[in-house]
């Protein structure tokens, strides 16, 4: 065989069956070398120690935290969901709540009137709504939801709470408008109850920002009227029945003519306060216009 010979300018190449043989015995040796002692097993195994096991770490810490973080969101939508229906029960609750509170309230208001009709059996009266009112803080102008087809009519008396009210001033088929004792317009014929004595009830809407009203026209030269005694109805007055309960004296003082007194009530109605009333469907027999109502 001739030996292989470079020429000038040629790059050296190896034939591939040389190339191969050289492969095979380099690879038969480093797996006898491998086999028989840790030559090579040592720096792989100090190799992987340093960089696949923090490398499986990593992806280990990388996992739980993926995980623990689904379990998180999926706890968190339980919560909202939850939240959620709590939030639905609690209005619900509220809004039942309200309809007990305003049913109590409604309950009270029915029971004042049921015992202020038995307190006045004597008359027969109609129970009604407030469905409007004049503008301002109090019910001193105000509609009922009962009129001339209800039996209504002009000047029957109205009451709430614990007395008088006022009385209808006009007159639809299914409404009516009732002036209250309070209004500035109003003047009403009283009585001291444990007297006797008459006096005119005033009505005052700047006063009753101090819950009173005023009453005028008193004479009570023997000193006899004091503060707390109640105000009914006159029975000369042609407007209204006499004996239903206006109010209690808070405070009395003796005119510049030194004959007559005046001063201030505290009505038995709280008119800032009304939902309901009863009107007495009874008339007053009209005996004349000397009592003064208005």
Known sequence: MSPIIKKKGEKFTLPGKYLLFILTLLCTGLIVIT???????????AVGGSVIV?????????GSWLSTRSEELVQ???LISENEALKAEIDELTMENIRLQQDRYELTNLRELYAL????????????RIIAKDSGNWF??????????????????????????????DVGPNWSKVMSIIDDNSNTS???????????????????ADGLIRFEKLIDSADRVVEGDKIV?????????????????????VDSNNLTKSGQIT???????????LVITQMKQSVGDAAGDS
């Not at 086999?35 to 195994?45: E, V, Y």
């Not at 009709?117 to 009604?128: F, L, V």
């Not at 042609?238 to 309960?245: N, V």
């Open 190 to 208: 009283g009585m001291v109850l444990s007297t006797s004595d008459n006096l005119i009830v005033c009505g005052d809407l700047e006063l009753y």
């Open 76 to 78: 968190i939508r339980s």
């Open 233 to 253: 109805t006159s029975n000369i007055s042609d407007k209204y029945l006499p004996g239903i309960l206006v109010g209690y004296i808070f405070s009395i003082n």
């Open 54 to 62: 923090p490398l499986q770490e990593g992806i280990s810490k990388a």
């Open 140 to 169: 001193h102008s105000f509609v009922i939801n009962k009129g001339s087809d209800d039996g209504l009519e002009i000047d029957m008396n109205v009451m709430a709470g614990s007395g008088l009210v006022g009385r209808i001033v």
């Open 35 to 45: 086999f028989n002692t840790n030559f090579l097993s040592a720096p792989l195994s």
């Open 267 to 277: 009505p038995a109605v709280d008119f800032e306060h009304l939902e309901e009333v």
């Open 117 to 128: 009709d038995a307190q006045y059996d004597e008359y027969e009266k109609i129970g009604a």
